[in-house]
């Protein structure tokens, strides 16, 4: 396997102003991120990832913490219970995003900010799959996509610009080109119309950023297919349309690594396992993308 030097953009000062919510102050310059490397010395970048008591935040925060001479690992949950499913350390911060001031202490002080919150569907009782239908779902009060996929990620990213946060990596989900997809069906919630919302408002944001809007989520071990990049849902129209959460969780890392996969947006998926060669270089892999959005 071949090692690849990383080329990491968190170069200069770290930016620790306090963190104001409602005050606007422009982003970070791009002359001021100049690429070094890990071993360039100077403190380490501090990453948060968001929504860290989710199925694959929970492997971003492992993975932080698992490289500690390359990050130093935050997470934010939205409950004590999911804190402590986490491990219960310090540096695990409980807030809701739908509330600025309650995320302030997770965010005051970071370099980066990685996006795994969602809105999520709960289905309706009494489902017999007996007896053939479809389920039907729906979001609790207070949880719906346009709180959460939308209200709560612009939340984020406004505390994000309000320090001069020098990346923001957002993953997101396929599909958001079509308003008829049936993830938009759940609970009449349109799911990828506020989630596209929101990462619109990232791109225009002028902070530097990433957004990965993943395929098919497996609970499959990562690091051993062939990861395929797109734009446009093109990917949709192909039989590789799934992705482990390991794999997307490995990519938000990498990201952070990379000059190549800043101020850009793609969709991501991977071959089968056995088919192609598992994905090593990164760098590589983010050149393949030229969309911004």
Not at 208 to 228: M, N, S, W
Request: glycine share 12%; proline share 6%.
């Amino acid at each position: 396997m071949t090692t690849i030097a990383a080329r990491m953009p968190f170069a200069g000062p770290r930016l620790r102003p306090p963190c104001n919510l409602t005050a606007s102050r422009p982003g970070p310059r791009r002359a001021g991120l100049a690429v070094v490397s890990a071993a360039g010395g100077g403190p380490l970048p501090t990453v948060l990832v968001t929504g860290a008591g989710g199925r694959t935040g929970q492997i971003v925060y492992k993975k932080l913490k698992e490289r500690a001479d390359q990050f130093v690992g935050r997470g934010l949950v939205r409950t004590e219970e999911s804190k402590a499913k986490i491990g219960g350390a310090a540096d695990v911060f409980v807030g809701d995003i739908r509330d600025p001031a309650s995320i302030a202490p997770a965010i005051d002080g970071i370099d980066a900010l990685i996006i795994l919150t969602s809105a999520v569907p709960k289905m309706k009782p009494g489902f017999d799959p007996s007896k053939g239908g479809r389920p039907e779902f729906y979001f609790e009060d207070g949880s719906y996509p346009e709180q959460v996929d939308w209200i709560g990620q612009r939340n984020q990213i406004d505390a994000a610009k309000s320090i001069g946060v020098k990346q923001v990596v957002l993953v997101g989900s396929m599909g958001g080109t079509d308003v008829n997809h049936p993830l938009n069906k759940l609970g009449n919630a349109n799911i990828l119309v506020w989630k596209r919302k929101a990462e619109q408002y990232l791109a225009d944001s002028g902070l530097p950023y990433t957004i990965i809007r993943a395929g098919g989520l497996q609970d499959k071990d990562g690091g051993v297919r062939e990861l395929l990049v797109g734009k446009d849902d093109e990917i949709l129209k192909t039989e590789t349309k799934t992705i482990t959460r390991a794999d997307v969780a490995e990519v938000c890392l990498q990201a952070l690594l990379f000059e190549e996969a800043r101020f850009k947006a793609f969709d991501l998926a991977s071959k089968p396992e056995g088919e192609g060669v598992p994905t090593t270089d990164f760098r590589a892999l983010f050149s393949q993308v030229n969309s911004r959005f």
